[in-house]
């Protein structure tokens, strides 16, 4: 049996990624916190901790923190059973990571049912959507929103359909920097407007246009959804960016999509834990719920897929004719 306070002292130190910091959150010495980390190590014979700085788990410890959120759920879940109503009890504290697009688009649906539940502190981590599967197998989430089909042994990868980006600058931007549409030269010419330097979608779209990798272009990097459309739309530069959240912009004019016949899928999955305390599973099928009601269905997608990046990384891209051509579209890359 496994000593909770043990436990507890454990998951606050990774948490924390300090020593210091988690004797401080626990009100209890740092020595006392070593001694705690030291007998739990040795009750399990192996190593759980890594002394760096930041402190971070070995592959034991990630193990051991998927455990104790687990239980700290199943906790929280059963109080709010056993508890009346009327008598007030903690939330459960728990993270999600959540790529950005997805929180700038369609995943404020589900903050709102589940924020104002007020069953649970939430803690939404927000990343690459290439990248949230990493916090997850290092036990720093119960779940994420992944490019990724492909789950990790113990995981569960559950589709919950495509996001649609296009391509957008202003007209004037447009008839600056590409007077004879997307030509490899005009690229190289013109500065793209990106998330930031994980964000490999730019990379990938102009590979899937041209047939060949170009990375040698001007980039502005504009780490949030809205600045990177803002940044667009003040005339800085070109970018990809999803549809639903630059629709009203094109609506008024302020927009163009340059590849009218050149839309990018991007796949989403909700991975996470193959045993979810039921908690957990409630939000599961939240998040499936919004997701198949916002996102667009994959069975009802005709395009082609094309893998970029490799291993578990690798982003799934289906190119795309609009389902819906723009009075001001013309039929080609080419032209404006």
């Known amino acids: 049996m496994l000593d909770r306070d043990q436990l507890e002292t454990f998951a606050v130190v990774i948490e924390q990624q300090s020593f210091e910091k ?27 901790v890594l002394r760096d700085r930041p402190v971070s788990p070995t592959p034991a410890g990630e193990v051991l923190l998927r455990h104790v959120k687990a239980l700290r759920i199943l906790e929280g879940s059963a109080l709010q059973e056993l508890v009346p109503r009327p008598k007030p009890h903690a939330p459960v504290p728990l993270s999600i990571a959540v790529n950005a697009d997805s929180l700038a688009t369609w995943f404020p649906e589900v903050l709102k049912e589940l924020l104002l539940s007020q069953l649970v502190a939430l803690e939404v981590i927000a990343d690459d959507q290439d990248h949230t599967s990493q916090l997850l ?22 589709c919950l359909g495509a996001m649609e980006y296009r391509c957008y600058s202003t007209s004037e931007f447009a008839q600056s920097a590409f007077p004879d549409g997307l030509t490899v030269p005009s690229v190289l010419a013109a500065p793209a407007v990106l998330f930031n330097r994980k964000d490999s979608l730019h990379d990938d779209f102009l590979k899937s246009r041209f047939g060949f990798s170009i990375d040698r272009y001007a980039k502005h990097f504009l780490p949030s959804p809205v600045a990177l459309l803002e940044g667009v739309a003040m005339g800085a530069g070109y970018g990809l960016i999803p549809s639903t959240q630059a629709q009203a912009l094109v609506d008024s004019g302020r927009l163009i999509d340059l590849c009218p016949n050149h839309g990018v899928m991007v796949d989403l999955y909700w991975h996470h834990w193959e045993l979810e305390p039921p908690l957990a599973h409630d939000i599961t099928a939240l998040i499936v719920k919004v997701a198949q009601r916002e996102l667009v269905s994959r069975a009802v997608d005709d395009s082609v897929e ?11 891209l289906r190119h795309v004719s609009p389902l819906v051509a723009s009075d001001k579209a013309k039929a080609d890359c080419n032209t404006h």
């Open 22 to 48: 988690a004797a401080t959150a626990l009100s209890i010495t740092r020595g006392a916190v070593s001694q705690r980390i030291k007998a739990l190590e040795e009750s399990l014979s192996t190593v759980l």
């Open 306 to 316: 094309v893998v970029a990046g490799s291993g578990d990384s690798a982003t799934r």
């Open 137 to 158: 197998s290092r036990g720093e989430v119960i779940g994420c929103i992944s490019t990724s089909p492909k789950a990790a042994d113990g995981f569960v990868a559950e």
